[in-house]
């Protein structure tokens, strides 16, 4: 599968900004966001399953952020709200093949993912 991220920009503090990730053909992935700022680890940020639409998410977003996915278009979201300067960095979504109907657990870990998009960089100005 591909993946292209996009979305990304510079914004001032308190603005929102919502990420695309398209993947490629009409498979059902779960599918992650990550992020990793300069000098950093990347991080989990968000996840969605493939299965029943469950969400997780880093506490440093919750409540801000909101991962969504339009099966049609074979596309996930990441809808930024109250963005602030710790939330620059580049951007990356991910996705994993679903096993079975029962796998609908949060992967929370970048190693769990095989497929990475290419990253949006989001910059936010204080």
């Known amino acids: 599968v591909q993946l292209q991220a996009s979305g990304g920009g510079l914004v001032q503090a308190g603005a929102p900004l919502r990420l695309s990730c398209a993947a490629s053909g009409r498979t059902t992935f779960h599918m992650g966001w990550f992020r990793q700022a300069p000098g950093k680890e990347r991080e989990f940020v968000a996840a969605?399953?493939?299965?029943?639409?469950?969400?997780w998410y880093a506490d440093s977003v919750k409540g801000r952020f909101t991962i969504s996915r339009d099966r049609a278009e074979n596309t996930v979201y990441l809808s930024m709200n109250s963005l602030k300067p710790d939330d620059t960095a580049v951007y990356y979504c991910a996705a994993r093949s679903i096993t079975s109907s029962r796998d609908n657990r949060g992967y929370l870990r970048s190693r769990e993912y095989p497929f990475w998009g290419q990253g949006t960089q989001v910059t936010v100005s204080s």
């Open positions: 969605i399953t493939g299965t029943d639409g469950k969400t």
